[in-house]
């Protein structure tokens, strides 16, 4: 697991869009929200990226902080994830698990070989600036992330 001040595990992954590609290296200046999260549909995840979107504007209230979804589906189920619950946010796909390995976000090849719920937040050095795992079934409050991605702005 990482720990506040290591530098962040660059990536490159793509979004639900088929063909943007999110690169780490290219959101130097900015805050970086992680949101790693099991599964798109699953009732815990649907839940949290819709409280998250309604608090979009406490989570990230300039231009400054940027938020991400991540989880191993494909960009094709992310899109519709999106577009069925209007996610604010991009949806970043990792299907080889290694972002989600890099961040010590993932559960493991069983039962279901899909990362882990948590939280990650990036510093505008590429540091991290918090980082916390979440219990599978419990949601994540959208104060919690304000307030982390706050602390690291």
Do not use: W
Not at 23 to 29: E, V, Y
Not at 51 to 77: K, M, N, R, W, Y
Not at 87 to 107: C, E, H, N, Q, W
Not at 138 to 151: D, G, L, M, T, W
């Amino acid at each position: 697991m990482l720990t506040v001040g290591d530098p962040a595990p660059d990536f490159e992954l793509m979004t639900q869009d088929h063909t943007k590609k999110v690169k780490l290296a290219d959101l130097r200046g900015k805050t970086v929200v992680l949101l790693f999260y099991p599964m798109d549909f699953s009732p815990v995840c649907t839940d949290e990226h819709c409280s998250f979107t309604a608090g979009l504007g406490q989570i990230a209230p300039d231009g400054d902080t940027i938020v991400f979804g991540v989880s191993t589906d494909s960009p094709f189920t992310h899109a519709a994830f999106k577009k069925q619950f209007g996610i604010g946010y991009d949806l970043l796909s990792d299907p080889t698990r290694a972002m989600v390995k890099a961040y010590g976000m993932f559960m493991g090849e069983q039962p279901f070989n899909c990362g882990k719920r948590g939280t990650v937040v990036i510093d505008k050095n590429g540091r991290i600036a918090a980082v916390e795992e979440q219990p599978i079934l419990e949601p994540r409050a959208v104060e919690k992330i304000a307030s982390a991605a706050r602390k690291s702005a």
